[in-house]
């Protein structure tokens, strides 16, 4: 049997490995992901593939928000549907540019963010996820209910392929390389706020939020806008599924989807911009491997997430861990 | 000399508990100013009215002759106070770098566009808050430590680490809370050595300190309180053969 500092060993160890290598390793994961679907024809792989992408746009989204200010977003599935819904509804109505689109469904999504993060910035840790949970099932009410907007139930069939120019997006490897791209501008944009004066000042209120504010650092203002940064890519996302499946409905976003993409940066580690990347690619991909089992996903992610718990609080890329093991090297 | 801060008549009660009552104190521009007296006599919870971080319950705070009592602690330290804390509150799973670098935020302006474009206003920022931190840790003794994170520093170098972030803001009042509690003789006499020079170079400090020595040393004028009152002010000299403080001391059995 092994014991927990056993394994908390060995995957510090191959930590500190990947750690030596990590660019090369990045090479590698990007390179094997822009060949993945001409090295297979199978249909199936490279659907599963951008579904792997959307997951992992998302989960980077919500860590933003969880992992670099400890916001407990649990409504987050809410976000991902307004995006959604706001690409299905301008798109069944207008003939827009799918990159103005796209652009308003994020834009959508941080106005509620801004709404939400107003009256609940002030709120700490378990009081914001229970408000959050609130607002998330608000959202998916108005959807089943405000039916001349939404058709209620019925949900939005018809949502038109993304068109630039001549070139309709359109098959499942046009998709896959349209995902791959925003997941890499969305990383690219990420990393660059988060080693800024922006990232920095969030990173101080998940820190200690007394001496951020002795720095002068406005605390609910900064909430605010991690919450409206990190749902505008959940937005975005949201347009991603909207273009993608052509049809949405209030049944996609239940909280089982906010779970999933909670459970994705819990396992993954939170707090790294690798972390959900790596836990969205396991837990989409895993249960796909065990496909007899597909009725038992949710028990996969619980102990999936059990696991974590127990045996890496962190999570498997989690922050704490890479900032300790970056002290060690030095020494 | 001008005054720098006042308060008047300054009182934060915690459920009958009277932590801070009625204290009036007038600090003159570029003076060392310390804080003494027996534990809980009401000296931390000066400090956290001063800056905004307790809400008084009565009486007002005078900075540069503008009321600051109703502002917010960011807003007191954008006005130039700036303080350490007694229970240390460090960054702590971030480097000694990136702590000082989270204290020039009131001195640095980028914003989203900036960051993502690598504006010019980015590119200023980083240089100044790479290069002026390196500066303040080098300032306090912690330039070969900067790569360490907060919560692995040793005590003193934590107490140190505060500093040096608290002088990021760039300051024109200073207050530490206990900044050589837990150190030795020696690494007390860079602390002390420290104030001393930042304030030769302008900075108004305020200290709450046990150490005697230290308080002797460095100030030019003390405040003793005791049970939120304050019970004798004046030179150092005065202050020590004050029958009234030796009572309080005594009375507590204390330092
Ligand atoms: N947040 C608080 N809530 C309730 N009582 C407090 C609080 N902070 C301080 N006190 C009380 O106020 C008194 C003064 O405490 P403090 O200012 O920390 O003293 P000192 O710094 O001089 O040792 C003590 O009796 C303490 O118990
Ligand atoms: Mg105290």
């Known amino acids: ?331 | 000399m001008a005054t720098i801060l006042k308060t008047d008549k300054v009182c934060k009660y915690f459920d009958g508990v009277k932590a801070v009552d009625k204290v009036s104190i007038e600090v003159e521009e570029g003076i060392i100013l310390g804080i003494i007296g027996p534990n809980g006599a009401g000296k931390t919870t000066l400090f956290n009215v001063l800056t905004g971080m307790l809400a008084e319950t009565d009486g007002k705070v005078i900075y540069k002759n503008k009321d600051i009592t109703k502002l917010s602690p960011q807003d007191i330290t954008n006005i130039g106070i700036s303080r350490t804390f007694q229970n240390i509150k460090l960054f702590d799973h971030l480097s000694a770098h990136e702590n000082v670098k989270i204290g020039f935020h009131t001195k640095t302006k980028t914003g989203f566009i900036d960051a993502i474009f690598k504006t010019k206003t980015y590119k200023n920022d980083e240089q100044k808050v790479n290069e002026k931190g390196i500066k303040l840790l080098k300032r306090v003794g912690l330039a070969e430590k900067q790569e360490i994170l907060g919560q692995n520093l040793s005590y003193g170098d934590k107490r140190r680490l505060e500093i040096a972030r608290a002088l990021a803001v760039e300051p024109d009042l200073l207050l530490v809370d206990e900044p050589t509690a837990g150190m030795n003789a020696k690494e007390t006499r860079t602390i002390v050595e420290l104030l001393d020079k930042l304030n030769d170079e302008g900075i108004t400090v305020i200290i709450i300190e046990h150490d005697m020595g230290v308080i002797m040393n460095l100030c030019d004028e003390i405040v003793v309180l005791n049970d939120g009152n304050v019970i004798s002010r004046g030179d150092p000299n005065y202050v020590q053969n004050d029958p009234a403080v030796r009572e309080a001391y005594l009375g507590k059995g204390a330092s």
């Open chain 1, 1 to 331: 049997m092994f014991s927990n500092s056993k394994i908390s060993n060995i995957i510090g160890k191959l930590k500190g490995i990947i750690l030596e290598n990590k660019l090369k390793i990045y090479l590698i994961i990007l390179i094997s992901a822009v060949i993945f679907p001409i090295i297979t024809d199978n249909q199936y792989y490279i659907y599963i593939g951008v579904l792997t992408l959307m997951y992992m746009i998302l989960a980077s989204s919500l860590n933003i928000i969880v992992g670099y200010t400890y916001q407990y977003l649990i409504g987050f599935a809410g976000f991902f549907a307004i995006g959604a819904y706001t690409t299905a509804i301008i798109t069944t109505s207008y003939e827009v540019n799918f990159i103005f689109v796209f652009l308003i469904s994020g834009i959508i999504a941080s106005i509620f963010a801004l709404l939400l993060g107003i009256p609940t910035s002030r709120l700490g840790g378990i009081f914001f996820a229970f408000a959050t949970l609130g607002f998330g099932e608000i959202i998916r009410l108005i959807i089943i209910n405000w039916d001349t907007l939404t058709r209620g139930t019925f949900g939005i069939p018809g949502i038109p392929r993304p068109k630039l120019f001549n070139f309709i997006i359109n098959t499942n490897t046009n998709f896959y390389y349209f995902a791959l791209l925003i997941l890499l501008v969305q990383l690219f944009i990420s990393y660059r706020v988060i080693n800024s004066r922006v990232g920095r000042a969030w990173l101080s209120l998940k820190e200690n939020s007394e001496a951020a504010k002795a720095m002068g650092i406005k605390i609910a203002k900064y909430r605010v806008l991690n919450l409206m940064y990190g749902t505008f890519w959940a937005g975005m996302g949201g347009a991603f599924f909207a273009y993608f499946t052509q049809y949405v409905s209030p049944d996609t976003f239940v909280l089982d989807e906010g779970f999933r993409i909670f459970a994705m940066v819990l396992v993954g580690g939170m707090g790294t911009l690798i972390g959900p990347i790596a836990g969205s690619g396991l837990l989409t991909i895993l249960p796909e491997l065990v496909r007899e089992f597909a009725r038992y996903q949710l028990i996969i992610y619980g102990i999936a997430i059990l696991l974590i718990i127990h045996y890496r609080p962190q999570g498997l890329f989690g922050a704490k861990e890479l900032a300790q093991a970056k002290v060690e090297e030095k020494k």
